[in-house]
């Protein structure tokens, strides 16, 4: 179940009603689906896709993507820093990030255009929309592994438009635990 971490409130939810109520609040369509179907870990993107079938037509149909991949990400993916770095800085796409977690961790930062910035912490089985336009940036937890479906509208995928606000900076890029505070700089 996603875990929601609202820094500047000092506040955090676990509870499904209390996760999902908020990220509908703020936008985000927020699905848990159980049970994740049984598929072995090194298990080929076409075997993954094949076992979701059903949930990812579902999401086709309801959202208008067209096609549909698998990234796999762990901490020997080639040209892994350069990856992150294109997703852990405050930007938005001219369509939804769809992504359904298989496999590992990693952490939404979202900065609705009124409100505080909430940090959403994803794990297998979670399903999470980003809409449009919504500015947000990503990054992996410290295990550095996530695999997910990614769900697009354009064939082409999406293109990341980076807002330049520097908020990004403010905010610790790593999941949760004792230690998550926001780093202590102004906003821009």
Known sequence: MATIRIPDENRTLT???AVRGYLGSIGIEYERWEPVHSVA???PAEEILAAYAAEIE????SGGYVTADVIDIHPHTPGLEAMLNKFNSEHWHEEDEVRFIIEGRGIFHVRPRSGPV???EVEAGDLIRVPRGTWHWFDL???RRIRAIRLFQDPGGWTPHYTGSGVDKNYQ???FGPTYFPRQATLS
């Not at 579902?58 to 149909?61: N, Q």
């Open 15 to 17: 509870e499904p009603a």
């Open 41 to 43: 870990p090194p298990a």
């Open 58 to 61: 579902r999401l086709k149909a």
């Open 118 to 120: 909430v940090a959403i």
């Open 141 to 143: 937890c410290p295990d």
């Open 173 to 175: 890029p790593v999941c």
